[in-house]
């Protein structure tokens, strides 16, 4: 046994990167609200249901930077940001409904689908205003130190980022919302809320160090291209 089967010093490297190491603190703020704040399945599942937004804001800054020396990337942006903007705002809109149609009693006033203020007075009320500012800063932190000051953006591909997203929040909620299910079924214990919250940690940092690994791979590809003569 040479320990190549185990966790290799690669792969302990990966998990102090100061990107993931952020992405796991500001995950710890919705435990925070678990154990002290007494939170429910509702302020975690709308919690994360901002974090499809935010996830969606930087997305739309990524395709916006990527390839900028590609002239044509820049013709093919005039229509795929727009699309992506329509596509995936949908997408989470309906989200929104559910989440808050299902676990957060419904809209007052009998408003069909959330407006702003809505959403807005509800994560006010919920006490998520920390949590969202944490979590925005933690796609931010990433967004420069990886996606920027690393290069990532010279190498993204923009119908990869069209359809980046959506693999980590179907993946994520999908297996969120049937625990939510069960912790609404069980009254929100709170052992059962603080484990949705680790399982939603644990797949956060893996597709976030998928993503590194793809545009890692990508770049190791191109090298040879640029070193010969």
């Not at 100061?18 to 709308?46: H, K, Q, R, T």
């Not at 007075?121 to 006490?127: E, G, S, T, Y």
Request: glycine content about 8%; hydrophobic content about 55%.
């Amino acid at each position: 046994m040479n320990g190549q089967t185990l966790l290799t010093p690669c792969d302990r490297s990966q998990w102090l990167r100061p990107s993931v190491v952020v992405l796991i603190l500001a995950n710890l703020v919705p435990l925070f609200g678990v154990i002290w704040l007494g939170w429910e399945v509702f302020p975690l599942l709308l919690l994360f249901w901002f974090e499809n937004l935010i996830v969606g804001g930087f997305n739309v800054l990524k395709m916006l930077v990527a390839s900028p020396q590609d002239p044509l990337k820049w013709a093919a942006k005039l229509f795929l940001i727009p699309f992506f903007c329509f596509h995936y705002g949908m997408f989470t809109m309906i989200h929104g409904v559910f989440v808050i149609g299902m676990f957060g009693g419904g809209f007052k006033k009998g408003a069909p689908f959330p407006d702003t203020a809505v959403i807005w007075h509800l994560a006010m009320q919920q006490k998520l205003v920390w949590a969202i500012l944490g979590l925005a800063a933690s796609h931010a932190f990433s967004f420069v130190h990886n996606y920027v000051l690393r290069n990532e953006y010279r190498r993204a591909s923009l119908p990869a980022l069209m359809q980046q997203p959506y693999g980590r929040v179907v993946v994520l909620h999908l297996t969120i919302l049937g625990g939510a299910f069960l912790m609404a079924a069980l009254k929100s214990p709170v052992a059962g809320l603080v484990l949705l919250v680790v399982l939603k940690i644990v797949l956060d940092v893996r597709a976030h160090m998928g993503e590194r690994r793809k545009f890692s791979s990508s770049a190791e590809s191109a090298a040879p291209a640029r070193n010969l003569p």
